[in-house]
């Protein structure tokens, strides 16, 4: 066993995004890609040289190569162990657990997300730091910086470890340790929620349906839900994690997880539907023929958040990334909570939660989670809404949410993506939306008279750090919204997303449909953007 040093050039566009490098998997397999970006990891990271670090991905193609490689050059590079995922797999959250229960240096995540996967499709890796948060950017960005000039890795010549079995191996110098990658996860899942209950209501005949997508969750689903919490078999459905995800799109919204919106959306449909993505960080919830959008998603929780053991004693306070409706400000407000406003991008929060400023977050992307780990948690999110629901019997998922909104108001929101447009033209649309912007406050863009206009700039709280241009936002004086931005995490083209947002404080105007409800700010955001002169698309990709 030698460690083999490798002469090698620069990829370029080995930057990060908005939650790690995302390319096709044709694109990693470029003889050096791979371990060109993993260098610069360890080029850049101080003090790892014998400490732990944690490995695992969503299981997705190209996985179980890439971890194999990553084994190899983390004992050429001198950690002292390294704890993976059994068959390489460890959801995002899990990881992030993983890292901060057994106290390890960081870890590297091995997933493109919802994005689909295959020979010919996506594959990702981000590093989390020793708090199981992703790297912040300024780390990100001093890796990129390394990528652009490296000529060399490390790597140690030895055949591939058995990854299938929970044992402890040595590789060189390294120790590697195959774990459960479920056990860590729901042991935490166990001390925040109320499993007796929950168990209870699942006795009692609570109906549930999970769609784990062929994706990370299904093992960690299938454990807690049908194992611990009794739920009945055949609860979680597409619970086996493929390569391919079954040709599928892993990303829990309506149009993707189309099987589970059809179970929830019939005639016999049962009480509670959740679904998860790739990675198993972000969640869908549906009550029996109710959505939940995201935004309303965290406000509902926020509000509701002392009905769950992990949280009785209440929280500090809501973050959300900025596009996500502001639905979670009017609960901080009523409470008397912290309430923070972040650019996209998990890495946000990381701060806010390790000076404990907030305790819940969220985004429109799907995306809830808390303070017990340092990444969104699609299962947290669901068990969450299911303590609730334990804990307020005989409210269905419906009467909860329309509750609300007579009590806080309701913020009409939707996204609209045009995914896989012209990178020029798409930058050409910021710029010109940029232009635009500047004199826009006090003047009246249809019916609503513009209250502010501009590129969203976030100055971290705790450390202070500054985050420019990240999104373009119109705020009308009813406090409705327009946000531009382009997707920090596709890997064809551009996507470019638009956020338009409404509220409406009363009863009589809460019960429209979304995309009614917000037909003119919708209009007036395709014509402030000439969207389909710039772009030639007539219609969103995706509506959410
Ligand atoms: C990632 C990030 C999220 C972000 C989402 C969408 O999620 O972790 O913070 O909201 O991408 O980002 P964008 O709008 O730039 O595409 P995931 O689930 O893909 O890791």
């Not at 490995?55 to 179980?64: A, S």
């Not at 799109?249 to 099987?259: G, I, Q, R, Y």
């Not at 470019?496 to 409800?517: F, K, M, S």
Request: with cysteine; charged share 20%.
């Amino acid at each position: 066993m030698s460690i083999r040093t490798v002469a090698t050039t620069p990829f370029e566009g080995q930057k990060p995004g908005t939650s790690g490098l995302r390319k096709k998997v044709k694109v990693f397999q470029q003889e050096h890609y791979l371990e060109n970006f993993i260098q610069a990891w360890f080029d850049t990271l101080e003090g790892f040289k014998g400490q732990t670090l944690v490995v695992g991905g969503d299981g997705r193609y190209y996985n179980r190569q890439a971890v194999q490689c990553i084994l190899k050059m983390a004992a050429a590079n001198g950690v002292g162990r390294v704890l993976v995922g059994q068959g390489a797999i460890l959801s995002t959250p899990a990881a992030s657990c993983v890292i901060r229960k057994h106290h390890a240096f960081g870890g590297f995540i091995l997933s493109a997300s919802h994005n689909p996967g295959g020979p010919d499709e996506d594959f990702g890796i981000k590093y989390n730091i020793t708090n199981g948060g992703p790297a912040p950017e300024k780390v990100t960005e001093a890796v990129f910086a390394r990528t652009e000039i490296i000529d060399s890795y490390k790597i140690l010549e030895v055949e591939d470890q058995d990854l299938d079995h929970v044992a402890s191996h040595r590789l060189g110098d390294m120790t590697v340790e195959v774990i459960d990658p479920v056990e860590d996860y729901a042991e935490l899942m166990e001390q925040l929620f109320d499993f007796p209950a929950l168990k209870n209501m699942f006795a009692n005949g609570f109906r549930m349906s999970f769609d784990a997508m062929n994706a990370v969750t299904g093992p960690y689903a299938t454990e807690i839900l049908e194992g611990r919490l009794g739920a009945p078999r055949g609860t979680v459905i597409n619970g086996v994690p493929l390569e391919d995800f079954g040709g599928g799109h892993p990303d829990p919204n309506l149009k993707h997880a189309h099987e589970l919106v059809d179970i929830l959306f019939a005639d016999d449909a049962p009480d509670f539907g959740a679904a998860s993505d790739g990675d198993g960080d972000r969640n869908m919830v549906l009550g029996n023929n109710f959505f939940v959008t995201p935004s309303d998603s965290l406000a509902v929780l926020a509000a509701n958040a002392t009905l769950i053991p992990g949280y009785k004693d209440g929280i500090a306070g809501v973050a959300r990334s900025m596009p996500t409706s502001a639905a979670a400000d009017r609960v901080a407000a009523e409470l008397g909570l912290n309430c923070y406003e972040t650019p996209t991008g998990w890495k946000f929060f990381g701060n806010l939660l390790d000076a404990g400023k907030a305790t819940f977050c969220g985004e429109e992307s799907f995306g809830t989670s808390s303070d017990h780990v340092r990444e969104k948690d699609g299962l947290w999110a669901v068990l969450a809404w299911m303590n609730v629901l334990a804990a307020r019997p005989g409210e269905s998922v419906a009467q909860i949410v329309q509750g609300h909104w007579e009590k806080f108001g309701r913020n009409y929101y939707s996204r609209h993506d045009y995914e896989a447009i012209d990178l020029t033209a798409a930058n050409g649309l910021m710029e010109h939306l940029r232009a635009k912007i500047a004199g826009l406050a006090g003047q009246t863009l249809g019916i609503h008279p513009v209250a502010a206009a501009d590129d969203f700039t976030y100055i971290d709280p705790v450390d202070g750090s500054v985050s420019a241009q990240q999104g373009i936002r119109i705020i009308f004086e009813d406090g409705s919204r327009i946000v531009y931005r382009l997707s920090g995490t596709g890997t064809e083209g551009a996507t470019l997303r638009v956020y338009i947002e409404r509220y409406a404080a009363h009863q009589a105007d809460q019960a429209l449909d979304t995309q009614e409800a917000l037909a003119d700010l919708i209009q007036l955001a395709e014509d402030m953007a000439e969207i389909e002169a710039r772009t030639g698309r007539a219609e969103p990709t995706v509506i959410t």
